[in-house]
């Protein structure tokens, strides 16, 4: 009997050893992975043309392995680290422009309105070839970031390649402190207010719901285009309560990593702080990410008309990791969907009516044709209105006009809010 036991224990014994299971090959494969990585290390520490540290090539190594799977992951140094939780705060030096990286090129995601990248005439989806005449092929995204970010004051100058030109413009930027005002509003005609969002910061869902309070004191609310062209997005959180301002109820987003189990989803809060009035949403090709989410919540919800052109396609989401040592991975685990179940990421947002934008006349133009034009103002001895109310309301309605005369898809989007069915009012 103790034979038999013997034999059928050294069979066992034999066979696991000749056959090991798939842990053991796993553990094998990564030894010989970690094994080929200390040997390129060595080589390149000892062999190399000049003299370079190991915690250098360790840092390099770290950043081309994260850099190497998407656009958006990034190694972060603890510089890196500092700055990233700066711009999530909303106030940064710099020009202005959220960039992405396509096939190697530094690319314009959009422009934040009212900085100097705006005002210099940056648009979204302009290729930067050189930035203060460093080429940017092959260059990281986080090195880009660094170059273009700088002092109060300082100029830089990019050479760009717009969309639809066939010769690139060298640009010179003198960078500013970005502006954390995201909101801005304007009352299109008696009840129908313009809500443009610039970026979704720590306050703006605060700042967003504080305007439409403000117009609701004066006029009584019956439409609103949201405008979330060339909004390059932001916090996650600010654009679910940024969505949930108008949707009563249901899924806003939901986000979920290469395991199922690992599914988030973001819902409405059920109160009475909902706005419910006609809508339409205005979107462009540099409106992404957190302005994407929103938009899409809005569509599948149909909660708004989307008016426009098709967004960028940013539907991935990055978590920050902080390291030991003060630096931070910047690592993209999951996508976001929208409540029907559509992925964002490289497909974006298909507006329900496509509008494409045309240019304005050309400032020059307007101010020739105006030279020409006389109006009662204009006269000698013409006499001054008294009334300083009916003067504000005058300068209102006439900013309002030279918006909406500069501004096709904004015309389009106040005639259509006008004609949509107006909507249930809960008291």
Same mark, same amino acid.
Do not use: C
């Given at each position: 009997?103790?034979?038999?036991?013997?034999?059928?224990?050294?069979?066992?014994?034999?066979?696991?050893?000749?056959?090991?299971?798939?842990?053991?090959?796993?553990?094998?494969?990564?030894?010989?992975?970690?094994?080929?990585? +200390?040997?390129? $290390?060595?080589?390149?520490?000892?062999?190399?043309?000049?003299?370079?540290?190991?915690?250098?090539?360790?840092?390099?190594? *770290?950043?081309?392995?994260?850099?190497?799977?998407?656009?958006?992951?990034?190694?972060?140094?603890?510089?890196?680290?500092?700055?990233?939780?700066?711009?999530?705060?909303?106030?940064?030096?710099?020009? %202005?422009?959220?960039? +992405?990286?396509?096939?190697?090129?530094?690319?314009?995601?959009?422009? *934040?309105?009212?900085?100097?990248?705006?005002?210099? %005439?940056?648009?979204?989806?302009?290729?930067?070839?050189?930035?203060?005449?460093?080429?940017?092929?092959?260059?990281?995204?986080?090195?880009?970031?660094?170059?273009?970010?700088?002092?109060? %004051?300082?100029?830089?100058?990019? $050479?760009?390649?717009?969309?639809?030109?066939?010769?690139? =413009?060298? =640009?010179?930027?003198?960078?500013?402190?970005?502006?954390?005002?995201?909101?801005?509003?304007?009352?299109?005609?008696?009840?129908?207010?313009?809500?443009?969002?610039?970026?979704?910061?720590?306050?703006?869902?605060?700042?967003?719901?504080?305007?439409?309070?403000?117009?609701?004191?004066?006029?009584?609310?019956?439409?609103?285009?949201?405008?979330?062209?060339?909004?390059?997005?932001?916090?996650?959180?600010?654009?679910?309560?940024?969505?949930?301002?108008?949707?009563?109820?249901?899924?806003?987003?939901?986000?979920?990593?290469?395991?199922?189990?690992?599914?988030?989803?973001?819902?409405?809060?059920?109160?009475?702080?909902?706005?419910?009035?006609?809508?339409?949403?205005?979107?462009?090709?540099?409106?992404?990410?957190?302005?994407?989410?929103?938009?899409?919540?809005?569509?599948?919800?149909?909660? +708004?008309?989307?008016?426009?052109?098709?967004?960028?396609?940013?539907? +991935?989401?990055?978590? *920050?990791?902080?390291?030991?040592?003060?630096?931070?991975?910047?690592?993209?685990?999951?996508?976001?969907?929208?409540?029907?179940?559509?992925?964002?990421?490289?497909?974006?947002?298909?507006?329900?009516?496509?509008?494409?934008?045309?240019?304005?006349?050309?400032?020059?133009?307007?101010?020739?044709?105006?030279?020409?034009?006389?109006?009662?103002?204009?006269?000698?001895?013409?006499?001054?209105?008294?009334?300083?109310?009916?003067?504000?309301?005058?300068?209102?309605?006439?900013?309002?006009?030279?918006? $909406?005369?500069?501004?096709?898809?904004?015309?389009?989007?106040?005639?259509?809010?006008?004609?949509?069915?107006?909507?249930?009012? *809960?008291?």
């Amino acid at each position: 009997m103790r034979v038999t036991l013997w034999i059928i224990t050294f069979f066992l014994l034999f066979t696991l050893s000749l056959a090991p299971g798939p842990t053991m090959a796993a553990k094998d494969t990564h030894f010989e992975a970690l094994k080929r990585f +200390s040997q390129v $290390l060595d080589m390149v520490e000892s062999y190399y043309v000049k003299p370079i540290s190991r915690k250098d090539l360790i840092d390099n190594s *770290i950043k081309g392995m994260i850099e190497q799977l998407d656009p958006h992951s990034a190694y972060l140094t603890p510089e890196d680290y500092k700055e990233m939780q700066v711009d999530t705060a909303g106030k940064f030096s710099g020009i %202005g422009i959220e960039i +992405s990286q396509e096939q190697g090129r530094i690319i314009v995601v959009s422009p *934040i309105e009212d900085t100097p990248a705006y005002k210099a %005439g940056l648009l979204a989806g302009d290729l930067i070839l050189e930035i203060n005449r460093d080429s940017t092929q092959d260059m990281t995204l986080m090195d880009a970031v660094k170059l273009i970010r700088g002092k109060k %004051g300082t100029t830089v100058n990019l $050479l760009i390649m717009h969309k639809d030109s066939n010769k690139p =413009v060298e =640009v010179a930027i003198v960078r500013g402190t970005i502006p954390i005002v995201s909101v801005k509003s304007q009352s299109l005609e008696d009840g129908y207010l313009y809500l443009r969002l610039t970026k979704f910061h720590e306050s703006s869902t605060k700042n967003l719901r504080k305007e439409i309070a403000e117009y609701q004191k004066k006029h009584t609310l019956k439409g609103i285009v949201f405008d979330l062209r060339n909004n390059p997005g932001g916090l996650l959180g600010q654009a679910v309560s940024v969505a949930d301002t108008f949707i009563e109820d249901g899924t806003i987003v939901y986000i979920q990593g290469k395991d199922e189990a690992t599914r988030k989803d973001f819902y409405a809060a059920k109160n009475s702080n909902e706005i419910h009035v006609p809508l339409v949403t205005l979107i462009n090709a540099g409106s992404a990410s957190a302005s994407e989410i929103v938009a899409g919540a809005l569509q599948d919800h149909k909660r +708004s008309l989307i008016v426009g052109e098709r967004s960028f396609g940013k539907g +991935s989401v990055q978590t *920050i990791i902080p390291m030991a040592d003060g630096s931070g991975i910047k690592l993209t685990t999951a996508l976001y969907y929208t409540p029907n179940g559509r992925s964002i990421q490289a497909k974006g947002i298909e507006p329900d009516l496509k509008i494409a934008f045309v240019p304005p006349i050309k400032d020059e133009d307007v101010k020739m044709r105006d030279r020409f034009t006389v109006r009662e103002k204009d006269l000698t001895r013409h006499l001054e209105n008294g009334d300083k109310s009916k003067k504000g309301a005058d300068e209102d309605a006439e900013k309002a006009k030279e918006m $909406l005369e500069r501004d096709n898809q904004l015309r389009i989007a106040l005639e259509l809010v006008k004609t949509l069915p107006r909507m249930k009012q *809960i008291k």
